[in-house]
Nanobody, 125 residues
Framework: QVQLVESGGGLVQAGDSLRISCAVSGRTFKFLHIAWFRQAPGKEREFVAGISWSAGTTYYANVVKGRFTLSRDNAKNTVYLQMNSLKPEDTAVYYC??????????????????WGQGTQVTVSS
């Protein structure tokens, strides 16, 4: 079992930055991936960014590449999503997810077994 707790969402203006966090606990294992997905009202859940827990390699959706950065603090067992140059279309509930073992990047929400409760990010224009 892997437990995930998100924090750090909020209301910001377009162009602002925001960092959200995902605290990871429980049984982590080799080839575990942690990912952020988001879901806006009336839309499907979409992949945002992912990281290999062991290797630390990151990967991103094209719509956020260059604006969002995923990082990991091993000492705190926490993954951070730094979001810069936020746009109104980034408004969504952001979910942290864990799954594996994955031997390559994984963008499919259906393959992630563990989910946090979500944190709301709202970007006003």
């Amino acid at each position: 079992q892997v437990q995930l707790v998100e924090s750090g969402g909020g209301l910001v203006q377009a162009g602002d930055s925001l960092r959200i966090s995902c605290a990871v606990s429980g049984r982590t294992f080799k080839f575990l991936h942690i990912a952020w997905f988001r879901q806006a009202p009336g839309k499907e859940r979409e992949f945002v960014a992912g990281i290999s827990w062991s290797a630390g390699t990151t990967y991103y959706a094209n719509v956020v590449k260059g604006r969002f950065t995923l990082s990991r603090d091993n000492a705190k067992n926490t993954v951070y999503l730094q979001m810069n140059s936020l746009k109104p279309e980034d408004t969504a509930v952001y979910y942290c997810a864990a799954g594996g073992p994955f031997y390559s990047n994984n963008y499919d929400a259906n393959r992630y077994d563990y989910w946090g409760q979500g944190t709301q990010v709202t970007v006003s224009s």
